[in-house]
């Protein structure tokens, strides 16, 4: 079972960026789906974006054109670039992965993720 270890979290005004990244303990081979999602307190799991083997990327219409999933599989490391921020972005977020997946649509029901890295956006 591959270890996922997200970062770079943090907190920042609206209008602000952020750069999330996922260390992935082994190289990625095959068919295969990884993404993002979020979860907000009180809230339920939030698709936000899905890249490929095939460097296919989807994003959740909450996210699109504002976010940016990246893969460099020569350092097995998954990153999400978060541009304009809204207080609604606000969430812990979970890097994800599935090996052999059919589909990687953006709200992807991953069962295999991380620790999440909390994300914090102020007005």
């Known amino acids: 079972q591959v270890e996922l270890v997200e970062s770079g979290g943090g907190s920042v005004q609206a209008g602000g960026s952020l750069a999330l990244s996922c260390a992935a303990s082994?190289?990625?081979?095959?068919?295969?789906?990884m993404g993002w999602f979020r979860q907000a307190p009180g809230k339920g799991r939030e698709g936000v974006a899905t890249?490929?083997?095939?460097?296919?990327?989807r994003y959740s219409d909450s996210v699109k054109g504002r976010f940016t999933i990246s893969q460099d599989n020569a350092k097995n490391t998954l990153y999400l670039q978060m541009n304009n921020l809204k207080p609604e972005d606000t969430a812990m977020y979970y890097c994800?992965?599935?090996?052999?997946?059919?589909?990687?649509?953006?709200?992807?029901?991953?069962?295999?993720y991380g620790r999440g890295t909390q994300v914090t956006v102020s007005s």
């Open positions: 994800a992965a599935e090996a052999g997946a059919i589909s990687c649509e953006s709200n992807y029901r991953f069962v295999h």
């Open positions: 890249i490929d083997n095939n460097g296919m990327a």
């Open positions: 082994r190289s990625a081979y095959g068919r295969y789906c």
